[in-house]
């Protein structure tokens, strides 16, 4: 049932200041288990809790408040010292985090269920008996004290936020909700103990990977700088529209015969593409986002999975300020974490066997994102038992997913792209991480959608590094033109990976497929011609270009008559109509008016197999 609040301002602000905490909080906790005499580390994720805690506390969400006053009753008792930081607490903390996020998204959709927290609670009530004190202290008499919490700390838990009261004398105020100046809105009068009557619904399950999101990317916060920025160039813009519209005036009336309306002209047209060029980079920035709002929910998912699996990972995260559009940050986080997975439960191995293979105990997984040109480059790299090739083509066979002669003729970039198809793994029996073959299926799926590429690198016994390039934003995009027999087509840049003048005689048609030799592979090729029934306008000549594009792990050959140039278009859609046409992912409008149509490289690699033959 939808809540009965009679502030939805109060409510959004609730929302928005907890989804930052909670957002915040697993970064900080799992920080907090390699860091246990952090007391700074400590007090913040009080604080963060003690927040949360206030807030649902001032708005009646009594749920949220039970969880939230046991999970801070044991905080405390760790920043006190009557408690050590241990995995197995860190485990019980992370779960009752979990629960609240699961509360609050509740809470955010609207429709509050009756959750079942006593088994969360019953874990946390241990933690606060003396008994767990006194393990602590014993605990503590055989290994280094943590660090003594400042005296400044102190130690009862301050009272809810909300409630008009300061904060304890000496400790940091704690982060306040932006309500707390406004009269309490009544709590609503319902069945449980947030508010409203309730569903019934199953106790939720400790974190085994994914977090949940509580953001949904409908706003995006832009800097106010960005904002001035932007309305500079509109003012700028404005200029140039003035004095476009008296060139106007000076033609009608025939003053454009003046010597220098040529010279003027020139001008106007090289401002209006400065300004309207800086004009689009202002827009695409404020939809962009740091790549951060992924990367932030991977070390509680490499804690998680490292427990599970009795590995032991240390996770290095470089380039978490790379910013790239949202509807790109929405796409990858499934991908990325599908490939953690796959390097923590393949690649990297158990503490035993590294140390028999002679390396660290401790594995290194590391996750980088950098800029480079128009595209963002993610990187995954581990240092573990690197891709075992044969093993790979094996298995791939013994599924029927290829044939030996087939797997004869494969190169070692072709072998490692076998792990992409759809069935295909090498576990025997499938586990709760691995086994099912969907994963890396998942994974090509999901860059195929953004017109990106994968690229494997790997060295047995040495590790492996997955790489993808995806492009900064789908709206906008960098474009080569290509002329097909007259015709103009648009092929997206980012999925362009080089370009050959070739002679046809060096093609070679291997079982009705067109392919071309190219250095260590065997490039598939399709004549744009065929595929979009062009007719043919000029005489056939020897030679032709080839443009080389890729959608994931597949690459192919696209022959056309002529390259026409580089140039950044706005995608156009061709409208309900004319949807969904196989190998057209929209239109552009050119320089001189003409629509020229957009090629769509993964609709043509999906279908190339029928439609190569045409």
């Known amino acids: 049932m939808p809540i009965d609040c009679e502030d939805q301002e109060l409510l959004e602000g609730f929302l928005t200041e907890t989804t930052e905490l909670l957002e915040k909080l697993d970064d900080d906790l799992v920080a907090l288990e390699k860091s246990t005499e952090d007391a700074d580390l400590l007090n913040r994720i009080f604080r963060s809790i003690h927040t949360v805690k206030g807030a649902s506390s001032f708005l009646g969400f009594d749920l949220l408040v039970k969880v939230t006053h046991k999970t801070e009753d044991v905080l405390n008792r760790l920043r006190k010292g009557e408690l050590l930081v241990t995995p197995e607490i860190m485990d019980v903390i992370l779960e009752a985090t979990d629960l609240v996020k699961l509360l609050v998204s509740d809470i955010k959709n609207g429709d509050i269920q009756e959750r079942e927290i006593d088994g969360t609670v019953s874990k946390l009530l241990p933690l606060l008996s003396e008994s767990a004190a006194v393990q602590a202290q014993a605990e503590a008499a055989l290994s280094p004290a943590p660090q003594e919490a400042s005296p400044a700390v102190e130690e009862s838990a301050a009272p809810p936020a909300g409630e008009g009261q300061a904060a304890p004398s000496g400790e940091p105020a704690a982060q306040q909700v ?132 009795s590995k032991e990972v240390d996770l290095q995260i470089f380039g978490e300020e790379t910013e790239l559009d949202r509807s790109v940050v929405d796409e990858i986080g499934d991908p990325l974490i599908h490939l953690i997975r796959n390097a923590m439960d393949h690649g990297l191995e158990t503490p035993e066997d590294r140390i028999a293979a002679g390396k660290p105990r401790v594995g290194t997984l590391v996750l980088a994102a950098v800029h480079e040109g128009n595209q963002i480059i993610i990187s995954i790299k581990d240092d573990g038992r690197g891709i075992d090739t044969d093993r790979v083509g094996r298995k791939a066979v013994e599924k029927g997913l290829i044939s030996e002669d087939q797997l004869a003729a494969m190169s070692q970039r072709e072998m490692f792209d076998l792990i992409f198809l759809p069935g295909f793994s090498t576990k025997d029996v499938a586990s709760d991480l691995s086994g099912r073959g969907v994963g890396m299926d998942v994974v090509k799926t999901n860059i195929k959608k953004l017109n990106g590429l994968i690229e494997i690198k790997s060295e047995k016994g040495l590790g492996s590094e997955f790489i993808l390039r995806l492009p900064l934003t789908l709206a906008i995009i960098q474009s080569l033109l290509v002329e097909v027999e007259g015709e103009v087509y648009s092929i997206p840049l980012s999925s362009v990976l080089e370009t050959l003048r070739v002679d046809q005689r060096q093609f070679h048609v291997i079982g009705g497929q067109e392919v071309l030799k190219l250095r260590d592979m065997v490039l598939p090729l399709m004549r744009l011609q065929r595929i979009f029934n062009v007719q043919q306008r000029y005489e056939q000549d020897d030679f032709c270009y080839v443009v080389v594009v890729g959608a994931a792990d597949k690459r192919m050959g696209l022959v056309v008559t002529r390259l026409v140039g580089q140039q950044e278009v706005a995608i156009k859609s061709l409208g309900s109509y004319l949807a969904n046409i196989p190998g057209i992912a929209g239109s552009t409008i050119l320089g001189d008016g003409r629509v020229t149509l957009i090629v769509d490289p993964v609709g043509l690699i999906d279908g190339g197999d029928g439609a190569s033959g045409r």
């Open 178 to 309: 932006p309500i707390q100046a406004v009269s309490p809105v009544p709590a609503p009068k319902a069945a449980n103990g947030n508010g409203v009557a309730a569903k019934k619904a199953p106790p939720p399950k400790p974190a085994e990977g994914k977090s949940d999101d509580l953001s949904d990317n409908t706003t995006v916060r832009v800097d106010v700088k960005r904002l001035d920025d932007l309305m500079n160039q509109v003012g700028e813009l404005v200029l140039e529209r003035n004095r476009m519209i008296q060139l106007n005036q000076d033609l009608q009336l025939g003053a454009a015969e003046r010597h220098d309306f040529n010279e003027e002209f020139g001008k106007l047209t090289k401002r209006m593409n400065f300004v309207t060029s800086e004009l689009q980079m202002q827009v695409l920035k404020m939809r962009m986002m740091p790549v951060d709002k992924v990367f932030k929910k991977f070390p509680r998912i490499v804690r998680s999975i490292a427990r599970d699996l």
